[in-house]
């Protein structure tokens, strides 16, 4: 059985975790031959399957909304109800050469989260072996280690920006982290990066977040947002494209 490497991207709101997910994809699909999962778990904030030119048929609360209404309408035994949704989760898995994406999408129906949460905890579970790397673009803050929606991952990436808060919130999050899920390695990823930072930089030893690399501000990721466009074929010469490009280094030597 291969070993597939699974990373979260966590961070603070409008940290990042989108556009660097879709980056590290492009990165990773233009350097590495494997098999990549990308998962939209955010269910408040789905963007990532813009980012990266894909465009799902259907989102895993779509699966769910429909097996419910299913189960009400006909009599069906709880084996032939998890083959069901087994059956339409690959369907909605959609392909690209590059990559396949996963979207856990908006509940269809009005109340919390979990069994969104908890939906996405059984999907993550019995489709993970049949990828060589999942990159997992999380929901913002603590909800989804809270809820342990992966009680196993190998790389947790804690996306910060350069405020005091975030890192705050990075901080919660290690702590949420080492008491509720098991994980190898957390590291902090600081983004839009600019001006002097030493005042951040002095604070993280104290805090004891390791940092594995600085994304730059970057305008053309700006521009490309103003246009609506997706982040795959950005130019190669983009100041935050080189640090990730590092990033991936490190990260696929885990
Ligand atoms: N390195 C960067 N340089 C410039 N702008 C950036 C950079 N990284 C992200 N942004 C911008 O910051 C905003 C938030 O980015 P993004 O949507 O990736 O954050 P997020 O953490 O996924 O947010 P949410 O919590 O809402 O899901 C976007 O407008 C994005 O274009
Ligand atoms: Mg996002």
């Known amino acids: 059985m291969r070993k597939t490497l699974s ?21 990773i699909s233009e ?26 048929s259907r989102t895993l609360e779509q699966i769910r909304s429909n097996v419910i209404q299913d189960t009400i309408n006909k009599e069906r035994s709880s084996q032939e109800i998890a083959e069901t949704i087994d059956f339409n989760v690959y369907d909605s898995i959609v392909e690209s050469k590059r990559f396949s994406l996963l979207s856990m999408g ?3 129906t009005p109340g919390c989260f979990c069994p969104s949460n908890l939906l996405m905890k059984r999907v993550l579970k019995s489709i993970s072996n049949d990828f060589d790397l999942i990159l ?3 929901e913002a803050g603590l909800e989804q280690i809270h809820r342990m929606v992966f009680d196993e991952i190998d790389l947790i990436l804690v996306i910060s920006d350069i ?22 390695k957390l590291y902090l990823v600081l983004n839009k ?8 930089l002095s604070k993280l030893d104290s805090y004891k977040l ?7 501000e970057d305008n053309l990721i700006i521009e490309y947002e103003m246009l609506g466009k997706h982040m795959l074929d950005i130019d190669n010469e983009s100041i935050s494209l080189n640090s ?9 030597i885990q």
């Open 31 to 56: 350097n590495f031959d494997c098999k990549m999962l990308l998962i939209d778990a955010d269910p408040t904030h789905p963007h990532l399957s813009k980012l990266v030119d894909l465009n799902p």
């Open 193 to 200: 990066v600019k001006g002097d930072i030493s005042f951040i």
């Open 7 to 27: 990373i979260a991207i966590v961070g603070k709101g409008g940290a990042g975790k989108t556009v660097i997910t879709a980056l590290m994809a492009k990165v």
């Open 163 to 184: 405020s005091l808060r975030s890192i705050e919130t990075a901080v919660s999050i290690k702590k949420s982290a080492q008491k509720f899920i098991k994980f190898k």
């Open 136 to 138: 997992i673009d999380c």
């Open 106 to 108: 908006q509940p269809e």
């Open 244 to 252: 990730i490009r590092d990033l991936v280094k490190k990260v696929m």
């Open 210 to 216: 390791e940092l594995i690399a600085s994304i730059p």
